[in-house]
């Protein structure tokens, strides 16, 4: 392979892409997935990345499903796209202490305009009150006016701690209920929520069975409160839930409410099975991708760059040995050398970047040392180094900036593999475990068939999101080179 | 032809140090799981055989002691009193496993139920090279033909074309086409089974025919994946030699288009071809091995992938030197002929 080395300036590099299709297209890529990283990095909480192996912290999320854009409902109605009602979303309405009872009523507002019922609801609470325990009532209000009282139960007290609203729940979840018991007053904090498939709303629904001029059922309380009065179908439009908790004392507080609609879509890219929101995962895995795509690739150029140009500028006896040595890193097989070390020791993404610093220059510094060759060769070189320049002014001053154009092609080129390599390792499952990575979500749908499940949405975006990220790259790289050494590619 | 012996010795004594080597990192890496496991089932075997034998102890005490010098007793008879990294030990690891003795495994067994770790791993090579050698010959056969096709029409649509689906398929990882490839032709079109592992048992008549037709969804797909690139890289080195002198005479003597390309062209380019396939094993041969995950296509990657979940060291070991046994064969073989048509080699003599 010839190769030509061609003086290039910075003005040839900028009209050279602005030519190039291919190249502006890996540019325009590369914006995108730097905007997202600086999106991940700036707007989603640290937080949000490190509960990704946590399930409680899933637990308001919908179980596998299609991403909200799906629901077109061109096939059939529209699904009900799950809805949380955080607590800053909702009103607080009242707030007042009338004759020794003090009365909190918030209200959590939305406006459902789907072509499917809910699958379920669910209202989880977090509450702080004195000895007496306080009585929570929920209402709904419809679109057509009804208002129902669908719970009014009161809480566990102080000495008495039982499990409420979460005994005949069909998803599995559990109450929890944390006793903070402190130290200067006796004040219970309570966690629990209040499903749909809880008896007691089945019962208080009965008393609104003549409003409706057929048979409502009322075991699926989801079905019921959104029906219409008239005829059994959705009764679109808005609903407000209304949560008034009665302390019987001055220091009831509310500390946390939310509303939950369940549904079957949801976000922009969905959710697992695991109930983890995909768009975290494939948001924060655009930095890590990225960061470890190019601290490698930069590693692995500068060290094949020093270690060419020494061995092709020193030749003799130096450069056969240097070379047998780049002989045998080059034949080492990377991927299991990693598998064999992540098992021993198991791997942070720091780590993994050494380790493929370590294995991977070895192709580059082969390319390095015969072009350093070639340049040695020149009269130029050869008459600066009769007048006795030194060589490391010879390497600085006259090698290395004949070589910079191509250590940034290798640059742009190695960082595809790098990204690559550390995919497959979290495909394996022995990458960094803390954190999301697109190689691990991939893992994670395979380990849980999500292919012979047709959760497709759990399987293209990770994997689209490597390619992405190694294609502008290889494409930037591509158009350098054909800038910088035109003979090659043409 | 001297020359080309030279090379041959020198890439022999660069292997055997290569797969040393790999060895050593793998016994320091493993020694310690190892012996410890070892040690585990010592004496788990202790306690079972004195259940068995039903010997009656004064006190708990006395029986402990039993145990304790039944336990020292084998391990010293094993050779285990000496730590995994003293010289014998060590030497003597790895001069087991490079014969090929790899001794027996935790928990996997092979399918007809053997624990000897040579024996679960001989089942597996074939398929995995199966596997990997079809893939990798089909890609280099369409490329060849491929390459010169588009090294004709370079700079045109088909050409960039290429150029973006090669840089494209050399970043897509090989286990999410997989992935992509049950999903699309085994569930939403099933037109081929989701797992690859065959149906039918190795005596029967048709179980090459069954093995085939499970291994034809991971063929295709890195088949796929390496087309476009290996016919980049055609089409690059036959670009190169075709702004050669001696290919304008031929033309100038009028010496047809396609024998000049599909003939002369490419016989002058299979050097550097061959040198970039060699850089481009390792990445084809670790895909080999994810993509095995994925199909559960029974072979060595698929072993590597059961071992690591339920740790089992003889196997991992013995799986990374057979692998990298494989890996630097092909280096080596894909070194030879490069240095076996590289005229410059041969003029050294």
Redesign the interface.
């Known amino acids: 392979m010839t190769i030509q080395l061609r003086p290039s300036r910075r003005s040839d590099i900028i009209t050279g892409f602005r030519h190039s299709k291919l190249g502006l297209t890996g540019i325009i890529i590369l914006i995108f997935l730097v905007g997202i990283s600086i999106y991940a990095v700036t707007s989603i909480p640290l937080a949000t990345f490190r509960q990704w192996n946590i399930p409680t912290y899933w637990v308001d999320y919908p179980e596998s499903a299609a991403p909200a854009w799906t629901n077109v409902g061109m096939f059939g109605p529209t699904a009900a796209v799950h809805t949380i009602l955080p607590y800053d979303s909702s009103k607080e309405i009242l707030n007042q202490t009338y004759r020794g009872i003090h009365t909190v009523s918030r209200a959590f507002s939305t406006n459902f305009e789907y072509g499917s019922y809910p699958t379920n609801f669910v209202i989880p609470y977090t509450t702080r009150y004195g000895e007496i325990p306080p009585v929570l009532e929920i209402n709904v209000t419809r679109p057509d006016g009804l208002e129902f009282r669908i719970y009014y139960s009161s809480l566990p007290s102080n000495t008495v701690l039982e499990n409420e609203g979460g005994n005949s729940n069909i998803d599995g979840q559990e109450t929890s209920p944390q006793v903070g018991q402190q130290s200067t007053e006796v004040q219970n904090t309570y966690s629990s929520r209040v499903f749909s498939t809880n008896r007691d709303i089945s019962q208080n629904l009965r008393q609104y069975i003549p409003l409706f001029s057929y048979t409502p059922d009322v075991t699926r309380p989801q079905v019921m409160i959104f029906s219409d009065t008239q005829e059994n179908e959705i009764l679109k439009g808005p609903y407000t839930f209304k949560l008034t908790f009665y302390f019987f004392d001055e220091k009831g507080v509310i500390d946390d409410a939310r509303v939950i609609l369940g549904g079957t879509v949801y976000g922009i890219l969905g959710t697992d099975a695991f109930k983890r929101d995909l768009a975290i995962g494939i948001l924060w895995g655009t930095p890590v991708a990225l960061f470890i795509g190019l601290t490698v690739a930069v590693g692995t150029s500068l060290i094949a760059m020093i270690y060419g140009i020494t061995s092709g500028y020193k030749g003799g006896r130096v450069d056969e040995v240097m070379m047998r040595i780049n002989d045998f890193f080059i034949s080492l097989p990377v991927l299991i050398l990693l598998i064999l070390i992540s098992v021993r020791y198991g791997l942070n993404i720091y780590l993994i970047v050494v380790l493929l610093v370590l294995f991977g220059w070895a192709g580059s510094a082969r390319l390095t040392r015969s072009l350093s060759l070639q340049i040695k060769n020149y009269q130029y070189v050869e008459a600066s180094k009769l007048m006795g320049e030194s060589d490391m002014k010879i390497i600085f001053r006259h090698i290395v900036p004949q070589l910079l154009p191509l250590i940034f092609v290798m640059i742009a080129y190695s960082v595809p593999a790098a990204i690559l390599a550390e995919a497959g390792l979290s495909f394996l499952g022995l990458s960094d475990m803390t954190i999301p990575t697109w190689g691990r979500i991939l893992n994670e749908a395979n380990a849980a068939s999500a292919t012979t499940l047709g959760l497709w949405w759990w399987i293209i975006p990770p994997g689209l999101m490597i390619g992405l990220a190694g294609l502008s790259f290889a494409l930037i790289g591509y158009t350098l080179e054909s800038i910088t050494n035109p003979r090659r590619i043409r | 032809m001297a020359g080309f012996y030279l090379v041959l010795i020198r890439r022999s004594i660069?292997?055997i140090?290569?797969l040393f080597?790999?060895l050593v990192?793998?016994v320091s890496?493993?020694g310690e799981?190892m012996d410890k496991i070892l040690t585990d089932s010592i004496r788990q075997a202790v306690v079972t055989s004195l259940i068995e034998s039903k010997i009656k102890f004064q006190s708990a005490a006395e029986q402990q002691a039993y145990v304790n010098q039944q336990i020292q007793l084998r391990i010293k008879n094993l050779g285990l009193d000496e730590p995994w990294y003293s010289p014998k030990r060590f030497l003597n690891t790895i001069f087991k496993v490079m014969m090929l003795d790899l001794g027996r495994s935790y928990f996997v067994t092979s399918e007809s139920g053997s624990p000897e770790v040579a024996d679960i791993i001989a089942e597996r090579v074939p398929r995995t090279l199966l596997l990997f050698g079809s893939a990798t010959i089909i890609t280099f056969v369409i490329g060849l033909y491929l390459g010169p096709y588009l090294a004709e029409r370079?700079?045109r649509t088909i050409d960039?074309a290429n150029?973006?689906v090669s840089?494209?398929s050399?970043?897509?990882?090989t286990?999410?086409?997989g992935?992509?490839m049950?999903?699309a032709f085994?569930?939403?079109i099933p037109l081929f089974p989701?797992r690859s592992i065959p149906t039918s048992s190795p005596s029967d008549p048709f179980y090459l025919l069954d093995l085939l037709y499970h291994m034809a969804l991971p063929l295709i797909t890195l088949v796929i994946l390496g087309i476009a690139v290996q016919s980049y890289f055609v089409r690059?080195?036959v670009?190169?030699i075709l702004d050669e002198d001696f290919i304008k005479a031929k033309r100038a003597i009028g010496v047809p288009k396609k024998k000049i390309l599909y003939s002369h062209a490419l016989r002058n380019a299979a050097p550097?071809l061959l040198?970039s396939i060699i850089?481009g094993l390792?990445?084809v041969?670790?895909?080999a091995?994810?993509i095995e995950?994925?199909f559960d296509w029974p072979g060595m990657g698929s072993l590597?992938?059961s071992a690591?979940?339920v740790?089992d060291a003889p196997i991992?070991i013995g799986?990374?030197y057979v692998?990298?046994l494989i890996?630097?064969a092909a280096?080596f073989l894909t070194d030879l002929a490069y240095s076996f048509f590289d005229p410059r080699i041969k003029a050294i003599s």
């Open positions: 660069n292997l140090i290569v080597l790999v990192l793998t890496l493993l799981t370079q700079g960039k150029v973006f840089m494209l050399n970043s897509l990882p286990f999410y086409i992935m992509i049950i999903f085994a569930f939403v989701e690059l080195f670009v190169n550097p040198n850089l390792a990445g041969f670790g895909g091995l994810l995950i994925v590597l992938y690591i979940t740790n991992i799986l990374v692998s990298t890996y630097i280096v």
